[in-house]
């Protein structure tokens, strides 16, 4: 049995409208602040495709009006499901744009369980578009995946392994410093700009590194890297949080 939901959330970000439309549907653009790896075809009818750790799922434009609304949604699956996404812009005075965001479908049996982590989860992803376009505009990002499923440990242990190895206290907060040297990687010197019981962002000069911890399901890593020495990032970090947690 299927069930109806819809998120709908609005925020006002410190760009453009060409450049929140930029970040919000293009492939490289959403590869700086989303999920995964992402491919645009720039029109209506096209393709929409978001790859996690080489899981492709792919979605049709359903709307596509330049500076103003983007929409996608998901093919339904046998049993009713899918998903569909849609993004409103308007340009607001001082160089400001309030984007709003429609996120509904059909989902499953476990719904409420789905629906809630959905719902907790698009604050964050919209905190960390936010940091995208006030701290690195102009530029686009090497989106970095690692998941990690940590055998027999609790959310709490999970969490404190990760704080440990990156030299983070177990009450941090936005505004707590870092500085960490995570072993087989390069530093880490920023602060952090996120953090609540199920994850934690810290923002660098060059990145910006997501953490989602604390659900008693797999560990999973969205890093967002705007350096120019990326090469190896993904398999490095895949093997920092394999390690860690092993």
Not at 29 to 46: A, H
Not at 117 to 141: D, I, K, N
Not at 226 to 239: H, L, N, R, V
Request: avoid cysteine; glycine fraction near 12%.
């Amino acid at each position: 049995m299927t069930h109806p939901f819809e998120i709908e959330l609005e925020s006002t970000l410190p760009a453009s409208p060409q450049q929140v439309w930029d970040a919000i549907a293009t492939g490289p653009g959403i590869d700086s602040w989303f999920m995964g790896r992402n491919e645009v075809e720039p029109r209506e009818g096209g393709t929409a495709a978001m790859d996690t750790g080489g899981h492709r799922e792919e979605s049709v434009v359903t709307a596509y009006e330049p500076g103003t609304r983007f929409a996608t949604r998901t093919g339904t699956g046998e049993d009713g499901r899918f998903m569909a996404f849609e993004y409103l812009i308007e340009g607001r005075g001082q160089g400001s744009t309030v984007l709003r965001v429609v996120h509904s479908g059909l989902l499953g049996d476990d719904w409420e369980d789905e629906y809630d982590a959905l719902r907790r989860g698009w604050p964050f992803h919209l905190h960390t578009l936010r940091e995208y376009l006030t701290h690195f505009p102009g530029r686009t990002a090497v989106p970095v995946f690692a998941l990690a499923m940590p055998p027999e440990r609790s959310p709490r242990e999970v969490t404190a392994a990760l704080t440990r190895a990156l030299s983070l206290p177990a009450s941090m907060s936005a505004g707590t410093p870092v500085h960490a040297q995570p072993a087989g990687l390069p530093p880490l010197n920023g602060e952090v700009v996120w953090a609540d019981d199920e994850r934690f962002e810290i923002r660098t000069d060059d990145g910006l590194y997501a953490f989602h911890h604390g659900t008693g399901g797999p560990v999973l890593m969205f890093h967002h890297l705007f350096g120019a020495d990326t090469d190896g990032a993904e398999s490095a970090w895949q093997k920092w949080l394999t390690g860690l947690l092993a």
